[in-house]
């Protein structure tokens, strides 16, 4: 931890100027280059963010080297096998984990925000049937902002806890909704006298015409599932929401931009992306044929599930879905899931490659949750849904942080033009 203000010079040619270097309660110090362009007439040029800080955060912190994830300040291992998705909800919105009462109180506040307004029932119908569902959670989240009104004034702190809560409770009912009309079935009401992640599972699986028996092995599994995803610092959709809140956006419209962005199959679209990479692989035999194209400059592809921006060691929630998708397989008796085997595998595989060890490419979190939300009945397509039924919380925590910053501006990069100087007609 840096204690007194100690600087960087920067030298072109005759000229220099100093910034300030920074450091934060953990992690790389950073070098404040807000004044640059001021004092020297330059912009720093980073297209991928590989090597910017874009805000102070005190949310989730992330050490790429040491395959270490913490929500403020709790190992995700600690709190996947010691909390429940909501509490790590409480803990990411509020700075600190709930004691009991302010658990029990914090998930009923959720659970009667879960029903969303009759009239967006409507919404769905114009979409086809073999619509995506990242396609309608993109329109329909975005839609809460033409019907709560009384939750979207961003300079009411009041109203931003409300559409907060209303985002994280009603996500996973249009969630279940968009799964519901892509299967031609009736949405299913949520009910209150069940917790989070059986609510969800219900609300996708249960039919009309037959009592419904929530399984607590496979609520306990998709309720780890959320924790894992919650949140991840400032990752593509995450920044997507910053920025879109720097405007003074509403929180619906900046969810459903997270939602758009995480749709991306180098991003949240990964899980999806895997199971269709470990479908086309078919059996074990063919994998040293993908890998060598996965080496290839010229081949578009890649091993999806495997390789991070920040993790070059491990993907901690990797080593925990593996866990899980173990758990799930094996209490519902699908011993030897060939998808599963095959992923097992190519990951044994993979890590032995020099290619991949040279560019420190591991499992990340995608690599298994797709076998897993397979065996847990959901169609590969919901599978992105469900990381944004996760990942809402972490989106709705950050968004409040920026808020919440004194020194809030518009996000508004330059850029380094290389188009034609000018010319007339
Ligand atoms: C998520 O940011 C987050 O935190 C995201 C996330 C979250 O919780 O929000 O963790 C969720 O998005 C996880 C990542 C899911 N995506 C995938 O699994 C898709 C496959 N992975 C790659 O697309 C890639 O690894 C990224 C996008 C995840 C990371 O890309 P980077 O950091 O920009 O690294 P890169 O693409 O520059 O790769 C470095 C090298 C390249 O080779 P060279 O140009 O140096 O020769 O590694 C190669 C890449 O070609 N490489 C791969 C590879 N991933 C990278 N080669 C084969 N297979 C891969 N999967």
């Known amino acids: 931890m840096r204690t007194d203000a100690e600087t960087i010079k920067l030298t072109v040619a005759d000229k220099s100027w100093t910034f300030e270097l920074r450091s934060g309660s953990e992690g790389p110090d950073v070098i404040d280059i807000g004044s640059l362009y001021d004092k020297t007439g330059m912009f720093a040029y980073d297209p991928g963010f590989t090597s910017t800080a874009s805000c102070e955060s005190a949310v989730t912190f992330i050490d790429g080297d040491e395959g270490v994830l913490r929500y403020r300040g709790y190992n995700i291992d600690q ?30 506040h959720i659970t009667y925000h879960t029903l969303v307004h009759e009239q967006m029932s409507h919404f769905f119908r114009g979409f086809r049937r073999d619509a995506h569902p990242m396609a309608i959670m993109t329109g329909v989240v975005g839609a809460l902002s033409a019907f709560y009104h009384d939750s979207t004034d961003i300079t009411d702190p009041q109203q931003r806890q409300v559409a ?22 009736p949405f299913v009401f949520p009910k209150n006298d069940l917790d989070y992640s059986a609510n969800f ?19 306990r599994a998709i309720d780890r599932i959320f924790m894992l995803h919650a949140d991840h610092e400032q990752n593509a959709s995450t920044s997507v929401v910053r920025s879109a809140g720097s405007s003074g956006a509403n929180p619906f419209a900046c969810i459903a931009a997270g939602i758009a962005c995480l749709w991306g199959p180098a991003h949240g679209g990964a899980n999806e992306a895997v199971l269709k990479m470990l479908e086309s692989i078919e059996t074990p035999d063919n994998i040293p044929s993908f890998i060598e194209r996965a080496k290839k400059k010229d081949d578009i592809f890649r091993v999806m599930g495997f390789g991070h ?5 491990y993907d901690p929630r990797a080593n925990i879905m593996r866990e899980t998708c173990h758990e799930v397989l094996d209490h519902l008796g699908i011993h030897n899931h060939p998808l599963f085997e095959i992923a097992l595998e190519l990951e044994r595989r993979a890590l032995s490659e020099e290619y991949f060890i040279s560019k420190r490419l591991y499992p990340n979190i995608d690599f298994y949750s797709g076998i ?49 100087q000018e010319r007339h007609i």
């Open 79 to 108: 709190l996947v096998k010691q909390r429940s998705y909501t509490d790590v909800c409480y803990l990411l919105l509020n700075g600190e984990l709930p004691e009991l009462e302010q658990s029990k109180e914090f998930e009923s």
């Open 164 to 185: 907060s809560m209303r985002l994280i409770a009603k996500v996973p009912t249009l969630a279940a909704m968009a799964y519901k009309y892509s299967v031609g079935q």
């Open 201 to 219: 599972l219900r609300m996708c699986f249960a039919v009309p015409s037959e009592d419904y028996a929530s399984d607590p092995v496979l609520a």
């Open 309 to 313: 921006r920040v993790y070059k060691n």
């Open 372 to 420: 897993t939300l397979r065996a847990l009945g959901f169609p590969t397509n919901m599978f992105t849904v469900l990381f944004a039924v996760a990942r809402t919380v972490g989106w709705v925590a950050q968004w409040n942080e920026m808020i919440d910053d004194p020194k809030r501006k518009i996000a508004r990069p330059r850029q380094l033009y290389t188009g034609s």
